[in-house]
Protein backbone atom coordinates (compact mmCIF):
# COMPACT_ATOMS: atom_id res chain seq x y z
CA UNK A 1 0.00 0.00 0.00
CA UNK A 2 1.53 3.66 -0.68
CA UNK A 3 2.78 5.42 2.18
CA UNK A 4 4.52 8.87 3.22
CA UNK A 5 6.40 8.54 6.09
CA UNK A 6 8.25 11.65 7.76
CA UNK A 7 10.58 12.17 10.35
CA UNK A 8 9.69 13.40 13.71
CA UNK A 9 9.35 17.13 15.07
CA UNK A 10 12.01 19.12 15.61
CA UNK A 11 12.19 22.57 17.69
CA UNK A 12 15.05 24.90 15.79
CA UNK A 13 15.69 28.59 16.97
CA UNK A 14 15.04 31.81 14.57
CA UNK A 15 17.64 31.81 12.30
CA UNK A 16 18.90 27.77 12.25
CA UNK A 17 17.85 25.31 9.61
CA UNK A 18 15.67 22.73 9.42
CA UNK A 19 15.47 19.49 7.07
CA UNK A 20 12.46 17.21 7.11
CA UNK A 21 12.48 13.79 4.89
CA UNK A 22 9.66 12.28 3.49
CA UNK A 23 9.85 8.19 2.51
CA UNK A 24 7.58 7.05 0.36
CA UNK A 25 6.87 3.08 -0.16
CA UNK A 26 4.04 1.03 -1.96
CA UNK A 27 4.63 2.76 -5.55
CA UNK A 28 7.25 3.52 -8.40
CA UNK A 29 8.64 6.57 -6.49
CA UNK A 30 9.78 8.12 -10.04
CA UNK A 31 6.09 7.98 -11.53
CA UNK A 32 4.25 10.91 -9.03
CA UNK A 33 5.74 14.68 -7.69
CA UNK A 34 6.08 14.89 -4.24
CA UNK A 35 4.85 18.38 -2.88
CA UNK A 36 5.23 20.23 -0.04
CA UNK A 37 1.98 21.90 2.25
CA UNK A 38 2.42 23.38 5.69
CA UNK A 39 -0.26 24.20 7.88
CA UNK A 40 0.11 27.04 10.93
CA UNK A 41 -1.07 26.86 14.12
CA UNK A 42 -5.20 27.03 13.44
CA UNK A 43 -4.63 28.27 10.19
CA UNK A 44 -5.37 26.85 6.28
CA UNK A 45 -3.20 25.23 4.16
CA UNK A 46 -0.18 26.88 2.04
CA UNK A 47 1.97 25.39 -0.45
CA UNK A 48 5.35 25.21 0.17
CA UNK A 49 6.74 23.66 -3.15
CA UNK A 50 6.96 20.37 -5.03
CA UNK A 51 9.38 17.97 -6.68
CA UNK A 52 9.85 15.91 -9.50
CA UNK A 53 11.59 12.66 -7.78
CA UNK A 54 12.39 11.61 -11.53
CA UNK A 55 14.93 14.31 -12.68
CA UNK A 56 14.86 16.10 -9.26
CA UNK A 57 13.45 19.62 -11.28
CA UNK A 58 11.33 21.66 -8.58
CA UNK A 59 9.33 24.71 -8.20
CA UNK A 60 8.60 26.60 -4.92
CA UNK A 61 5.81 29.16 -3.57
CA UNK A 62 7.44 32.72 -4.40
CA UNK A 63 7.31 33.93 -0.91
CA UNK A 64 10.15 31.19 0.59
CA UNK A 65 12.29 31.04 -2.43
CA UNK A 66 15.74 31.49 -1.75
CA UNK A 67 14.92 29.85 2.11
CA UNK A 68 13.26 26.42 0.87
CA UNK A 69 15.35 23.64 -1.17
CA UNK A 70 14.12 20.43 -1.70
CA UNK A 71 15.63 17.19 -2.91
CA UNK A 72 15.53 13.40 -3.35
CA UNK A 73 17.09 10.29 -2.78
CA UNK A 74 16.02 7.75 -5.54
CA UNK A 75 17.94 4.91 -3.97
CA UNK A 76 15.78 5.31 -0.68
CA UNK A 77 12.51 6.77 -2.27
CA UNK A 78 13.51 9.80 0.02
CA UNK A 79 12.18 13.47 -0.49
CA UNK A 80 13.93 16.00 1.52
CA UNK A 81 12.40 19.61 2.71
CA UNK A 82 14.82 22.37 4.06
CA UNK A 83 13.86 25.71 4.99
CA UNK A 84 16.89 28.00 6.75
CA UNK A 85 17.04 31.19 7.89
CA UNK A 86 13.68 30.20 9.99
CA UNK A 87 11.73 32.84 11.89
CA UNK A 88 8.51 32.58 14.12
CA UNK A 89 6.05 32.57 11.19
CA UNK A 90 7.35 29.07 10.15
CA UNK A 91 6.53 27.00 12.87
CA UNK A 92 3.72 24.96 11.11
CA UNK A 93 2.87 21.33 10.57
CA UNK A 94 4.67 20.25 7.59
CA UNK A 95 3.15 17.97 5.05
CA UNK A 96 4.52 16.01 2.01
CA UNK A 97 1.88 14.30 -0.34
CA UNK A 98 1.86 12.53 -3.58
CA UNK A 99 0.31 13.90 -7.30
CA UNK A 100 0.68 12.76 -10.32
CA UNK A 101 1.15 16.45 -12.00
CA UNK A 102 2.22 19.37 -11.32
CA UNK A 103 -0.77 20.79 -9.76
CA UNK A 104 -2.83 20.16 -5.91
CA UNK A 105 -4.13 16.40 -7.22
CA UNK A 106 -2.56 15.22 -3.75
CA UNK A 107 -4.15 11.11 -3.26
CA UNK A 108 -1.88 10.59 -0.54
CA UNK A 109 -0.37 12.48 2.37
CA UNK A 110 2.16 11.85 5.13
CA UNK A 111 1.50 12.02 8.64
CA UNK A 112 2.88 15.62 9.02
CA UNK A 113 5.20 17.19 11.12
CA UNK A 114 5.49 19.88 13.43
CA UNK A 115 8.84 22.29 12.80
CA UNK A 116 8.36 24.78 16.00
CA UNK A 117 10.62 27.88 15.69
CA UNK A 118 11.38 29.28 19.32
CA UNK A 119 14.07 30.86 20.86
CA UNK B 1 -5.16 36.60 2.72
CA UNK B 2 -6.14 33.29 0.76
CA UNK B 3 -6.25 33.58 -3.05
CA UNK B 4 -9.27 31.07 -3.30
CA UNK B 5 -12.15 32.39 -0.79
CA UNK B 6 -14.28 30.51 1.44
CA UNK B 7 -16.67 30.75 3.96
CA UNK B 8 -15.36 30.27 7.33
CA UNK B 9 -17.90 27.94 8.56
CA UNK B 10 -20.86 26.22 8.01
CA UNK B 11 -23.01 24.13 9.66
CA UNK B 12 -25.84 21.55 9.57
CA UNK B 13 -27.96 19.03 11.27
CA UNK B 14 -27.91 15.43 10.63
CA UNK B 15 -29.39 14.81 7.25
CA UNK B 16 -29.49 17.83 5.71
CA UNK B 17 -27.34 18.91 2.73
CA UNK B 18 -25.04 21.47 2.84
CA UNK B 19 -22.83 23.67 0.24
CA UNK B 20 -19.56 25.04 0.53
CA UNK B 21 -18.24 27.89 -2.18
CA UNK B 22 -14.84 28.12 -3.67
CA UNK B 23 -14.44 31.73 -4.79
CA UNK B 24 -11.56 32.54 -7.20
CA UNK B 25 -10.48 34.33 -10.35
CA UNK B 26 -9.95 33.50 -14.10
CA UNK B 27 -6.57 33.04 -13.55
CA UNK B 28 -7.06 30.22 -11.09
CA UNK B 29 -10.75 28.37 -11.03
CA UNK B 30 -11.67 29.87 -14.22
CA UNK B 31 -9.27 27.86 -16.25
CA UNK B 32 -8.00 25.21 -13.92
CA UNK B 33 -9.01 21.77 -12.22
CA UNK B 34 -10.39 22.17 -8.43
CA UNK B 35 -9.72 19.78 -5.43
CA UNK B 36 -11.53 19.51 -2.28
CA UNK B 37 -9.92 17.98 0.45
CA UNK B 38 -11.61 16.91 4.07
CA UNK B 39 -9.46 17.59 7.08
CA UNK B 40 -10.93 15.87 10.88
CA UNK B 41 -8.87 17.50 13.56
CA UNK B 42 -5.64 16.50 14.22
CA UNK B 43 -5.15 14.59 11.03
CA UNK B 44 -3.82 15.10 7.72
CA UNK B 45 -5.94 16.60 4.68
CA UNK B 46 -7.73 13.90 2.99
CA UNK B 47 -9.04 14.11 -0.74
CA UNK B 48 -12.45 14.19 -1.42
CA UNK B 49 -13.03 15.72 -4.97
CA UNK B 50 -10.56 15.45 -7.78
CA UNK B 51 -10.70 17.35 -11.06
CA UNK B 52 -14.23 19.49 -9.95
CA UNK B 53 -16.44 16.75 -9.38
CA UNK B 54 -14.85 13.14 -9.22
CA UNK B 55 -14.28 11.28 -6.07
CA UNK B 56 -11.98 9.40 -5.58
CA UNK B 57 -12.92 5.82 -4.40
CA UNK B 58 -13.48 5.12 -0.89
CA UNK B 59 -15.55 8.85 -0.73
CA UNK B 60 -19.32 8.20 -0.15
CA UNK B 61 -20.90 9.77 -3.05
CA UNK B 62 -22.74 12.06 -0.33
CA UNK B 63 -19.91 14.14 -1.21
CA UNK B 64 -20.45 15.91 -4.66
CA UNK B 65 -18.09 18.75 -6.65
CA UNK B 66 -19.09 21.41 -8.94
CA UNK B 67 -17.94 24.29 -10.95
CA UNK B 68 -19.00 27.31 -12.60
CA UNK B 69 -17.17 29.91 -14.28
CA UNK B 70 -14.67 31.37 -11.31
CA UNK B 71 -16.67 29.84 -8.24
CA UNK B 72 -16.31 26.03 -7.34
CA UNK B 73 -18.62 24.45 -4.65
CA UNK B 74 -18.96 21.42 -2.53
CA UNK B 75 -22.03 19.47 -1.48
CA UNK B 76 -22.77 17.11 0.94
CA UNK B 77 -26.01 15.27 1.61
CA UNK B 78 -27.55 13.67 4.10
CA UNK B 79 -24.90 15.10 6.80
CA UNK B 80 -23.75 12.54 9.36
CA UNK B 81 -21.94 13.53 12.48
CA UNK B 82 -18.52 12.33 10.81
CA UNK B 83 -18.71 14.88 8.35
CA UNK B 84 -17.86 17.57 10.87
CA UNK B 85 -14.20 18.82 9.78
CA UNK B 86 -12.44 21.51 7.90
CA UNK B 87 -12.78 21.52 3.91
CA UNK B 88 -10.65 23.14 1.69
CA UNK B 89 -10.59 23.74 -2.19
CA UNK B 90 -7.56 24.39 -4.23
CA UNK B 91 -6.76 24.30 -7.47
CA UNK B 92 -3.59 25.78 -10.14
CA UNK B 93 -3.11 29.52 -10.43
CA UNK B 94 -1.54 30.40 -13.88
CA UNK B 95 -0.45 34.09 -12.25
CA UNK B 96 1.63 32.85 -9.45
CA UNK B 97 2.53 29.81 -11.60
CA UNK B 98 1.43 27.80 -8.63
CA UNK B 99 -1.24 25.83 -6.48
CA UNK B 100 -3.51 27.77 -4.05
CA UNK B 101 -5.46 27.03 -1.33
CA UNK B 102 -8.58 28.38 -0.19
CA UNK B 103 -8.88 29.35 3.23
CA UNK B 104 -10.48 26.39 4.55
CA UNK B 105 -14.36 25.84 6.27
CA UNK B 106 -15.07 24.41 9.08
CA UNK B 107 -18.67 22.54 9.36
CA UNK B 108 -20.33 21.88 12.04
CA UNK B 109 -23.01 18.91 12.78
CA UNK B 110 -25.47 20.35 15.18
Known amino acids: QVQLVQSGAEVKKPGASVKVSCKAS????????IHWVRQAPGQGLEWVGRINPSGGGTSYAQRLQGRVTMTRDTSTSTVYMELSSLRSEDTAIYYC????????????WGQGTLVTVSS | QSVLTQPPSASGTPGQRVTISCSGS????????VYWYQQLPGTAPKPLIY???HRPSGVPDRFSGSKSGTSASLAISGLRSEDEADYYC???????????FGGGTKLTVL
Open chain 2, 26 to 33: RSNIGGNS
Open chain 1, 97 to 108: ARSPTVTTENDY
Open chain 1, 26 to 33: GYTFTNFY
Open chain 2, 51 to 53: RDN
Open chain 2, 90 to 100: ATWDDTLSGPV
